[in-house]
């Protein structure tokens, strides 16, 4: 809450944010529009198995591959080219900043580091973690790393975003 804002003003925002929310969704649903899928990466899902507490069954896991493609230098017209805004690096952009202004830790997927939103990097973005915590086990570390944005909290991943 604001300084000087009262609890009922803030359910009045809370209240217009979840309206705005619920609009833009009905809005996306009556007018949808197709996104191309790279077959390839339809096709290969390699499994893990993933050790269990005790007395729990094993269960096994897909986890994302990690990226082929190496980091070359790139010129700049070329980053200017890919660097195109899109409507997921601006929301991105907005959740990021918006979970650093809360006081939290962010993190943002790894193949979306360098995209941009009003020409800054989106990995660049204050309270940018460079890396997960190391509590997990390396098959969910890619899995997570691969997540759109991460708010955490310590140690304890808050939110998460896809």
């Known amino acids: 809450m604001h300084e000087g804002q009262t609890q009922s003003g803030r359910d009045a925002e809370d209240a217009n944010d979840g309206e705005l929310i619920l ?3 009905r809005k996306a649903e009556q007018s949808p529009f197709a996104r191309p899928v790279d077959p390839k990466k339809l096709a290969r899902k390699p499994l893990f198995k ?22 070359t230098a790139v010129s700049e017209a070329q980053e200017s080219a890919e660097s195109t805004t899109t409507r997921h690096s601006e929301i991105q952009h907005l959740l990021l900043t918006l979970g650093g202004e809360l006081g939290l830790d962010v993190w943002v997927a ?4 360098s995209r ?11 309270r940018m973690l460079d890396q997960l915590p190391t509590q997990f086990n390396e098959a969910t570390t890619r899995t997570i790393e691969l997540i759109d944005v991460l708010w955490l909290a310590g140690n304890s991943i808050v939110a998460a975003c896809v």
């Open 23 to 25: 609009s833009l969704l």
């Open 50 to 71: 993933v050790e269990p507490k005790k007395g729990k069954k094993v269960t096994l896991v897909s986890v994302p591959e990690p990226e082929d493609t190496p980091v």
């Open 110 to 113: 790894r193949n979306d580091r």
């Open 116 to 126: 941009k939103w009003t020409g800054v990097a989106l990995g660049s973005l204050p």
